[in-house]
């Protein structure tokens, strides 16, 4: 393994490789593919929390987990005008030293090929150009950057020469600009709105349940178990008074195309899948869809969600990401009702919960859904 310091390179083998952020405290990360301007050609150069893949899929991100995000690339399959791709980090509150460590990690699957740590005193910008892949020679290099950059997300896309959407919009026919908003739902804020637009229908709705996986095994290990399986479902309410659970357990993994438009997408019982789980809601359906509360429950494993940092991720196309973290478990209580999709005038109404129960008939009970339970198995 190699280690670099600020300012030092290292090669690179052409092949599949993922760069691993790890840090304290709050922040997200990006990427930019540059040409031979330095700049940016689209926005599909650019890859963040509301675009998590570039087009052709060479540089894809998972930041599911809060402190650990993952960029995976694929090198072989670059376009050879690329010259180069950046990496950055920003955060919204404060500044780059709160986050106490950035720590910079390059893995071939399982083993590490390059680690480099981040100076952090002094450091007084709201932003961080981690480090950068680029081709000399005909062989690929990571240089460790390490430099601080003034401004936040916004600056910095624009410095790599992004369209970013501003306040108040201008329309733009030929290219929508990029979107750098999102919505994280907290106690002080626990409801937001999603309009339809125009007489469009809202989409694919994507909700994604992801923990961090490490530290789930680590809290088990006292109790004889292996890493926590958190499921993720839904109790759906459709507008003819039809209601359905959506879950792993008893294998009712609802459908999507017909009713109730609302299905699980498999089941991660391993914990091993690093974009977690995911359930799909139809939303050219939606004007059917009464009410949809979001759960996850912990399948296998010590009923303990403190330091899990499990985060739910509503997407909807054309829309901010609406995200919530489950952080406020007691120990004991194996389920969390998480939040409510609510059919408001066609609008999608998402209202923070965060309540936690000793079993799912416990928080049947407490929103009076009014379902008739049995024990059942995956």
């Given at each position: 393994?190699?280690?670099?310091?600020q300012?030092?390179?290292?090669p690179?083998?052409t092949?599949?490789?993922?760069i691993?952020?790890?840090?304290?405290?709050?922040?997200?990360?990006s990427?930019?593919?540059?040409?031979g301007?330095?700049?940016?050609?689209a926005?599909s150069?650019?890859?963040?929390y509301n675009q998590?893949?570039?087009?052709?899929?060479?540089?894809?991100l998972?930041?599911?987990?809060q402190?650990r995000?993952?960029?995976?690339l694929?090198?072989?399959?670059?376009?050879p005008?690329?010259?180069?791709?950046?990496?950055?980090?920003?955060?919204?509150?404060?500044t780059?030293?709160?986050?106490?460590?950035?720590?910079?990690?390059?893995?071939?699957?399982?083993?590490?090929l390059?680690?480099?740590?981040?100076?952090m005193q002094?450091r007084?910008?709201?932003?961080?150009?981690?480090?950068?892949v680029?081709?000399?020679n005909g062989e690929?290099?990571?240089?460790f950057?390490?430099?601080?950059f003034?401004?936040?997300?916004e600056?910095?896309?624009?410095?790599y020469?992004?369209?970013?959407?501003?306040e108040?919009?201008?329309?733009n026919?030929?290219?929508?600009?990029v979107?750098l908003?999102k919505?994280?739902l907290?106690?002080s804020?626990?409801?937001?709105?999603?309009?339809?637009?125009?007489?469009?229908?809202?989409g694919?709705i994507k909700v994604?349940?992801?923990?961090?996986?490490?530290?789930?095994g680590?809290?088990?290990?006292?109790a004889?178990?292996?890493?926590?399986d958190l499921?993720?479902?839904?109790f759906?309410r459709l507008?003819?008074?039809?209601?359905?659970?959506?879950?792993?357990?008893g294998?009712?993994?609802?459908?999507y195309k017909?009713s109730?438009?609302?299905?699980l997408?498999?089941?991660?019982?391993?914990?091993?899948?690093?974009?977690?789980?995911w359930?799909?809601?139809n939303?050219?359906?939606?004007?059917?869809?009464?009410?949809?509360?979001?759960f996850?429950f912990?399948y296998?494993?010590?009923?303990n969600?403190?330091?899990?940092?499990?985060?739910t991720t509503?997407?909807v196309?054309g829309?901010?990401?609406?995200e919530?973290?489950?952080?406020?478990g007691?120990?004991?209580l194996?389920?969390?009702?998480?939040?409510?999709?609510?059919?408001?005038?066609?609008?999608?109404?998402?209202e923070?919960?965060?309540?936690?129960?000793?079993?799912?008939?416990?928080?049947?009970?407490a929103f009076n859904?009014?379902f008739?339970?049995?024990a059942?198995?995956?």
């Amino acid at each position: 393994m190699v280690t670099l310091s600020q300012g030092a390179n290292a090669p690179l083998p052409t092949k599949d490789l993922d760069i691993v952020v790890h840090f304290g405290g709050k922040a997200d990360v990006s990427s930019f593919r540059l040409f031979g301007n330095g700049k940016t050609r689209a926005d599909s150069d650019f890859v963040f929390y509301n675009q998590t893949v570039n087009d052709d899929r060479t540089v894809e991100l998972n930041d599911a987990e809060q402190q650990r995000k993952v960029f995976k690339l694929r090198l072989g399959q670059l376009k050879p005008d690329v010259e180069k791709l950046a990496f950055s980090m920003t955060v919204d509150k404060g500044t780059i030293s709160n986050l106490q460590h950035v720590d910079l990690m390059v893995m071939d699957g399982a083993n590490q090929l390059i680690s480099a740590k981040v100076p952090m005193q002094d450091r007084i910008e709201k932003a961080l150009i981690l480090c950068e892949v680029y081709k000399r020679n005909g062989e690929w290099k990571i240089r460790f950057v390490s430099q601080g950059f003034n401004g936040g997300l916004e600056p910095l896309a624009k410095h790599y020469g992004v369209d970013v959407e501003s306040e108040p919009e201008t329309p733009n026919k030929e290219q929508t600009p990029v979107n750098l908003s999102k919505v994280t739902l907290t106690k002080s804020q626990k409801t937001v709105s999603l309009e339809k637009k125009s007489n469009h229908a809202h989409g694919k709705i994507k909700v994604n349940l992801n923990w961090d996986r490490k530290k789930s095994g680590v809290l088990n290990v006292f109790a004889g178990g292996s890493s926590v399986d958190l499921d993720l479902g839904a109790f759906v309410r459709l507008k003819n008074g039809e209601q359905f659970v959506i879950q792993a357990l008893g294998r009712s993994f609802g459908k999507y195309k017909i009713s109730p438009f609302v299905q699980l997408q498999g089941d991660d019982r391993t914990g091993d899948a690093s974009q977690g789980e995911w359930l799909w809601i139809n939303g050219g359906k939606w004007d059917q869809i009464d009410e949809v509360l979001i759960f996850s429950f912990i399948y296998k494993g010590t009923p303990n969600w403190k330091g899990l940092n499990a985060k739910t991720t509503v997407l909807v196309d054309g829309q901010p990401p609406v995200e919530t973290s489950l952080d406020e478990g007691k120990s004991g209580l194996s389920c969390c009702a998480i939040a409510r999709l609510i059919n408001v005038d066609s609008n999608i109404h998402i209202e923070r919960v965060e309540k936690y129960f000793r079993g799912i008939q416990f928080m049947d009970k407490a929103f009076n859904w009014g379902f008739r339970w049995r024990a059942g198995s995956k």
